[in-house]
């Protein structure tokens, strides 16, 4: 191959890039002294996450798989896939901003052909030509997003597949737990049945906790289907179920609301999910004392708090509460800090909005939950 035919192939291949399509032929050609030709054989590691990155990278030909590690246990981190890139694909675009740090590592898959791009001399051509560091500045926005939702995706199945394969284990463990407890294989004593009982509240907590993280790695609740629904019947119902809960430690669960509530649109399960988290949590720090639960109509919206007389929450940690994974100081009680997290996720979804005060203004004690919905607007007009 004579020069010339080799700098109008390099020149096709960086026309077909995604950051620099649509690039006059002038502007390419200023490209073109920048340029270096590397190959690669498969197998190989092109570039490892959180080493310096010199060098803007253009896919010639070939496939690359873009890796980051995932520090799964105290032992290591392990290397997930989370796209596989080919011909015209670009990458390492750390070289043109600082810190100039790689943010995955790439794999080659096969035979590899790259252009690389002295990062250093692309940044002050590009400051040099304002129009064309517009077009490329243009195209990259459009590449980092589509990137990182891909990205996104790609966590969330394997978060999915993690947690199903966890989950399934898990479950059969606890009905065999059942089993022992009914006297499937003979009577327990009392030791043998405690500590079964607790081995099945264990398992019971993380089958709970996998649920949650599940329901945390979905990014948009507001996806989930709709319908209309009523609130009252959402809120009696799940006092119903966590009154057992309630009169075990000794508390009133009370409920002050009216005959009737406007119907809103929303996921009646998932807003089910919201109360029994809010009225599970007032139950879990409230040593004695009443919870109530009151509903309101306010104009265009219903209104709901869930009070309780517990520990409260001190004034540094209430704007973290609904930060995923948040915990506070009683590290044990408050398990995984996902509960408050995923309701906000939930009420966000139906348009509405939930927040905490400590102390209750009211009371001057314990905490005070509240959301708010918007009702359905057929009713409002």
Known sequence: MNATTELNSIKEALKSSEIFQGLTDEELDKLLPLCQEQFYEAGAVMFCEG????????????????????????????????????GGSSFCWSALMEPHILTSSGRCLEKTEILALDGEKLKALLDDNPQMGYKVANNLVKVVASRLQHTKHTMEHILSVIFHDLKAPLAAAESYNRLLLDGFVGELSEEQKNIVQRSSKRLSDLLNLISNMIDFSRVDFAEFRKEEVSLMKVIEDCAETMRPLAVEKGLELTLKTPRELPAIMGNAGRLKQVMTNLLSNAIKFTPSGEITVRAKDEKDHVRVDVIDAGIGIPNEDLPKVF???????????????????????????????????????????????????????????
């Open 51 to 86: 080493a310096q990155c010199n060098y803007v990278q253009t896919l010639k030909s070939g496939k690359v798989a873009l890796e980051t590690e995932l520090a799964i246990s105290r032992s290591g981190a392990e290397r997930a896939t989370i796209d596989v890139l080919s």
């Open 323 to 381: 930060d995923g994974f948040y915990k506070g100081l009683d590290m044990e009680k408050r398990g995984a800090g996902l509960g408050l997290s995923i309701s906000k996720k939930i009420i966000d979804g139906h348009g509405g909005k939930i927040w905490a005060a400590s102390p209750c203004p009211e009371t001057g004690k314990g905490t005070r939950f509240t959301f708010i919905l918007p009702k359905n607007p057929k009713q409002v007009e």
